[in-house]
């Protein structure tokens, strides 16, 4: 191992055996002295929702609210004094944020556009670390070339969560969105290989790009099969408790959350690339949880995930904010507020050059390169391109490699630069989502990207066929029953699938009536279930039953209602 992998394995150690992290330990006034971490831990929390509140009221993305709200919050006195320690934060978020990204990944959508995304994901990657770093390096003073490629290598992973809100919300083509979405999880991945590698070199002060090269592929092998390994040994310990004890969502929330820190640890553990053993990990959760988890189960996972997801991506951005004010601080000694703009102007558009030339022209290069392998490849039209090079707003990923840059070297001598790239990865994540992330939709509906009819075509294909099922299955029932009662119940049933297949293989102008009738009834269905909830609130109100009585029936009445609103927000069938 070179010395830049031992650097690397060393301050991913550090990371992780940090002893106490300094996560909120200090308070300004004296008063607040004593606040201990938790406190600190809910007062963020409650920051982060009365600003969730009042961003959705104001006409910029989300994560500009939580940096500039904490920002100013921490110029109140009685507000506690956040202090991060890196090796905690980058430990804390980054793990569970991968491996959602591959949890949530198609694997088949995945495989289909597996060229362009790992084109993407190195090509593009490296490029944009090359050319911010080379940029960085020739424009700002007494910043050290290493420092400089790690930070084109922060800017490089773009924001998924960012990109699919208004790719899902649009409707754009399935493949370009499988190529977005996968490059979102391989560019995380690989850039924060490329960052650790140049905080390596930055710790030893010296760089081989050809061993370097060379470490990757081995790390990254390594990475990728432990990965796969304790992904698949944790599916087997959850069908070994599946069989002992039976379903339990609760115990299966909690050892899918550990999941990717078990990956990371491990990987970290036998100096291999922790960040790919957590995506490998959350790719193949991502392809066997939904055949083996029951409905109660999966309802459950999704439910915490998200959940938590909506922290770490809201907790980054207000962590960020608090920190700034210190940040600017400490570099307006060096530069002033000019050069720090031109700073953060240029290396945002650099940023966002590199992957529009990236794609717009290098998007046809492979097919005139590789003519006879790509034969059967169709090439995306120009406006797939220009949405996609449009759509590199950066985000949490970004945020988080970024504080998580140490403090300090092993000499004990501070880390160089590293305020300066703080303020500059924040300034392009800022910069992306005011520019990028409040246009992209206007770009698509202008460049009328819409997507065709294979995956409606492939939805009712599979309804028809689980209806088919469905009616199979209740017709042997009804030629076997033989009570009366058992029988009319079966009939109806019978009668309502055979409804569901007349809808589904109604097209024109009968389809169109089909789903009028079916909006009608079910909006009859809503209201008979709102009038349900009011009364059976009104019980409980008056005290005429109990809350183990009334809580049930509500979610009962919740489950249906939620299942019927979402049937009635689809597009006819």
């Not at 960085?136 to 490089?156: E, K, N, R, T, Y």
């Not at 339990?248 to 959350?257: G, P, V």
């Not at 985000?395 to 305020?419: K, Q």
Request: glycine share 6%; aromatic share 8%; hydrophobic share 50%.
């Amino acid at each position: 191992m070179t010395a830049v992998s031992r650097a690397t394995a060393s301050i991913d150690r550090r990371y992780n055996n940090t002893p106490t992290p300094r996560f909120p330990l200090a308070a300004k006034p004296a008063s607040f002295a004593r606040v201990t971490g938790f406190e600190n831990a809910l007062l963020l929390l409650l920051l982060l929702a009365a600003l969730s509140v009042l961003g959705r009221h104001l006409p910029w993305p989300l994560p500009i609210t939580y940096v500039v709200g904490a920002g100013l919050v921490d110029f109140w006195t009685p507000f506690p004094r956040i202090e991060l320690d890196p090796g905690f934060f980058f430990l804390c978020f980054v793990p569970p944020l991968l491996f959602s990204d591959g949890w949530l990944m198609p694997l088949r959508d995945f495989w289909a556009a597996k060229r362009p995304i790992f084109t993407l994901a190195t090509g593009l990657v490296v490029f944009t670390t090359l050319a911010v770093g080379w940029v960085a390096h020739w424009l700002v003073p007494g910043l050290p070339l290493a420092m400089a490629f790690a930070l084109g290598a922060v800017v490089s992973p773009t924001d998924a969560v960012a990109v699919g809100a208004i790719t899902q919300r649009l409707k754009v083509p399935p493949r370009l969105t499988a190529v977005l979405n996968g490059e979102s999880l391989m560019n995380d991945a690989t850039g924060l290989v490329a960052f650790k590698f140049a905080l390596g070199a930055v710790a030893v002060g010296s760089f081989s790009l050809r061993t370097a090269t060379m470490d990757f592929l081995v790390l990254a092998v390594g990475g990728l099969a432990l990965g796969l390994a304790v992904s698949w040994l944790v599916g087997k310990l959850r069908d070994l408790l599946l069989r002992i004890h039976g379903a339990d969502a609760l115990l299966e929330t909690t050892i899918s959350l550990l999941t990717p820190y078990a990956a990371y640890l491990a990987a970290t553990a036998l100096d291999l690339s922790s960040i790919l053993a957590v995506v490998a990990a959350g790719l193949y959760a991502g392809w066997r949880d939904p055949l083996r988890m029951d409905p109660l189960t999966r309802q459950t996972t999704w439910n915490v995930w998200s959940t938590v997801l909506f922290w770490l991506n809201g907790l980054a951005f207000v962590l960020l904010g608090l920190q700034l004010p210190s940040i600017l601080q400490s570099i307006s000694a060096t530069y002033s507020p000019g050069q720090l703009a031109l700073f953060t102007a240029a290396i945002s558009g650099t940023a966002i050059l590199t992957r529009l030339v990236w794609m717009c022209p290098g998007g046809y290069a492979p097919f005139l390169i590789f003519r006879r392998a790509l034969r059967n490849e169709p090439r995306p039209p120009l406006t797939w391109l220009v949405v996609a090079g449009w759509a590199g707003m950066r985000g949490t990923i970004t945020l988080a490699a970024a504080l998580s840059i140490p403090e300090v070297l092993a000499d004990g001598s501070p880390f160089p630069g590293r305020d300066l790239v703080i303020f500059l990865s924040a300034g392009v994540i800022v910069v992306t989502l005011l520019l990028q992330g409040t246009t992209l939709e206007a770009l698509i509906c202008r460049l009328r990207v819409r997507p065709d009819d294979t995956q409606v075509n492939e939805d009712r294909s599979a309804r028809i066929t689980a209806v088919e099922a469905g009616l199979k299955q209740l017709r042997a029932a009804a030629h076997a029953a033989h009570q009366p009662e058992e029988m009319a119940s079966l009939r109806e049933i019978i009668s309502e699938y055979e409804h569901r297949m007349a809808e589904l293989t109604t097209f024109g102008e009968t389809q169109a009536s089909a789903q009028r009738r079916r909006t009608s009834a079910r909006h009859h269905r809503l209201s008979a279930l709102r009038a349900e909830r009011t009364a059976l609130d009104d019980l409980w109100r008056r005290n005429v039953i109990t809350d183990e009585t009334h809580r049930p029936l509500q979610h009962l009445l919740d489950h249906e209602e939620s299942l019927l609103s979402a049937q009635d927000s689809k597009p006819a069938e």
